[in-house]
């Protein structure tokens, strides 16, 4: 393609207007974004001079006067109301003889707008940045400013220096993942290996494999030697999520290798030096445990040289707008939306008791933000059991004893599945087996 059409093809193409006028000032050029910024035709702008348009109305104000060699910035307001922004210049022959002026025009509103947004961004990273500033915890991701979750906060930062195990109680969903991972970022081992392993999720036939690793021969299969987590996690941390759900007959091993940082793989005779620090979480009571038998009490005192208490959500009411909040700006970008909450449907939010905690507020968000129809969330769109909206009867029969049966049992098992990260979780908190449950949602269409 010729240098010269590709440049008008460009020119007619730009975002940007430009015009050329002749040295009477007369317009003999304008491309189409003229058109678009103007909302003229092109027909009412070329071949006249900005006095045609201010006769014919087409300008209400102009500061455009005969232009000279240098530079000129032109203000207009045109008659749609918007402000118009010209920057114009000569152009000269190879006699240095002034041919025509070209001209940029730019919307000046659509400027000051972005000018605007400029400026409130930039003045809210700055109040943010002297927020963070003033801040004194440095924890990432426990989003609270409510008494409980600050002294959580101090105790992080107390210990995340020292090698020191921790066990991390609280409900599921309160955040106790997020306490461990703070934990390790604060310390010297950041930049090392942090494994989390769930003791609740590797079946009881693999588990002592998988933290120990294993030897060539070990067993059926063990074509190859093999690392186990704690091996891979030397010089870093460990999490032992669940640690309540931890076979019995490998409580001991565990015990030995936190206490003397040594492991031996399965199949195998030679002992394994390792630097790790423990750190445990649980939902379960491990004292209780201990008393029924079902937990050592030599581990849970090895584990319990400093306890950390995640407080549930309904004891943190303070931080459910805060919450939210920090969950709609994800979800809002991740599904590219602009949703807020009015002020009823956020009061009925506080209200709620959170038996699911800080992971069913999460779910909930996003399931609000993928079902939203309007850019503002009200009180009907929340979940019914967060709303106390009565549920209408879909007729006013009397259900039979088995309609009603089934029904009480769909809300139980929809409850369980917010509360719960899994739908195996939800089938052991029910009480029953994965495949019943799994069997009953898709009975009930969940």
Same mark, same amino acid.
């Given at each position: 393609m010729e240098l010269n059409k590709m440049l008008i093809q460009a020119i007619e193409q730009s975002y940007e207007g430009f015009l050329l006028t002749d040295l009477d000032g007369r317009i003999f050029y304008a491309n189409d974004a003229v058109e678009k910024i103007s909302g003229e035709p092109l027909a009412s702008i070329v071949n006249h001079t900005i006095k045609n348009m201010l006769d014919g109305g087409l300008l209400k104000e102009s500061t455009s006067r005969i232009l000279n060699k240098n530079p000129l910035t032109i203000y207009q307001k045109i008659s749609n109301g918007k402000d118009v922004f010209i920057t114009s210049k000569p152009v000269y022959d190879d006699d240095g003889e002034i041919i025509c002026y070209v001209a940029n025009y730019r919307n000046l509103t659509s400027l000051n707008h972005m000018y605007e947004e400029h400026l409130a961004y930039t003045s809210l990273n700055y109040l943010e940045l002297e927020r963070l500033r003033d801040n004194i915890t440095q924890t990432e991701g426990l989003i609270s400013h409510s008494p409980s979750m600050e002294s959580v906060k101090q105790m992080i930062e107390k210990i995340a220096k020292t090698d020191a195990t921790v066990l991390i109680q609280g409900e599921s969903g309160t955040g106790k993942e997020v306490v461990a991972k703070n934990i390790h970022t604060l310390s010297d081992r950041k930049k090392s290996a942090y494994i989390q392993i769930n003791c609740g999720a590797i079946p009881e036939n693999l588990i002592e494999s998988e933290l120990f690793g294993y030897e060539k021969g070990a067993f059926t299969g063990a074509n190859t030697?093999?690392?186990?987590?704690?091996?891979?996690?030397?010089?870093?941390?460990?999490?032992?999520?669940?640690?309540?759900?931890? %076979?019995?007959?490998?409580?001991?091993?565990?015990?030995?290798?936190?206490? &003397?940082?040594?492991?031996?793989?399965?199949?195998?005779?030679?002992?394994?030096?390792?630097?790790?620090?423990?750190?445990?979480?649980?939902? !379960?009571?491990?004292?209780?445990?201990?008393?029924?038998?079902? $937990?050592?009490?030599?581990?849970?005192?090895?584990?319990?040289?400093?306890?950390?208490?995640?407080? %549930?959500?309904?004891?943190?009411?303070?931080?459910?707008?805060?919450? $939210?909040?920090?969950?709609?700006?994800?979800?809002?970008?991740?599904?590219?939306?602009?949703?807020?909450?009015?002020?009823?449907?956020? !009061?009925?939010?506080?209200?709620?008791?959170?038996?699911?905690?800080?992971?069913?507020?999460?779910?909930?968000?996003?399931?609000?933000?993928?079902?939203?129809?309007? &850019?503002?969330?009200?009180?009907?769109?929340? %979940?019914?059991?967060?709303?106390?909206?009565?549920?209408?009867?879909?007729?006013?029969?009397?259900?039979?004893?088995?309609?009603?049966?089934?029904?009480?049992?769909?809300?139980?098992?929809?409850?369980?599945?917010?509360?719960? %990260?899994?739908?195996?979780?939800?089938?052991?908190?029910?009480?029953?087996?994965?495949? &019943?449950?799994?069997?009953?949602?898709?009975?009930?269409?969940?």
């Open positions: 030697s093999k690392a186990g987590l704690l091996e891979i996690a030397n010089n870093g941390t460990v999490l032992l999520d669940e640690i309540g759900e931890m %076979p019995l007959h490998l409580q001991v091993k565990l015990l030995r290798a936190i206490q &003397t940082n040594e492991i031996t793989r399965v199949g195998g005779t030679s002992k394994k030096q390792l630097n790790v620090r423990y750190i445990a979480a649980t939902n !379960k009571d491990l004292k209780q445990l201990v008393k029924e038998g079902k $937990f050592r009490e030599d581990l849970y005192y090895r584990l319990n040289v400093v306890q950390i208490a995640v407080p %549930p959500l309904r004891e943190r009411k303070e931080d459910v707008a805060l919450l $939210f909040q920090h969950f709609l700006k994800k979800f809002n970008r991740k599904y590219n939306k602009e949703l807020q909450i009015s002020a009823g449907a956020l !009061k009925l939010l506080k209200e709620y008791a959170w038996p699911g905690n800080v992971r069913q507020l999460e779910n909930i968000v996003e399931q609000l933000v993928i079902l939203a129809e309007n &850019t503002l969330i009200h009180e009907k769109n929340l %979940p019914l059991e967060i709303s106390k909206r009565p549920v209408k009867p879909n007729n006013t029969e009397s259900k039979s004893l088995k309609e009603a049966v089934e029904e009480a049992e769909k809300a139980v098992i929809e409850r369980a599945l917010v509360e719960n %990260p899994s739908i195996r979780k939800a089938a052991k908190a029910l009480g029953v087996s994965h495949a &019943t449950l799994l069997r009953k949602i898709e009975r009930y269409k969940i």
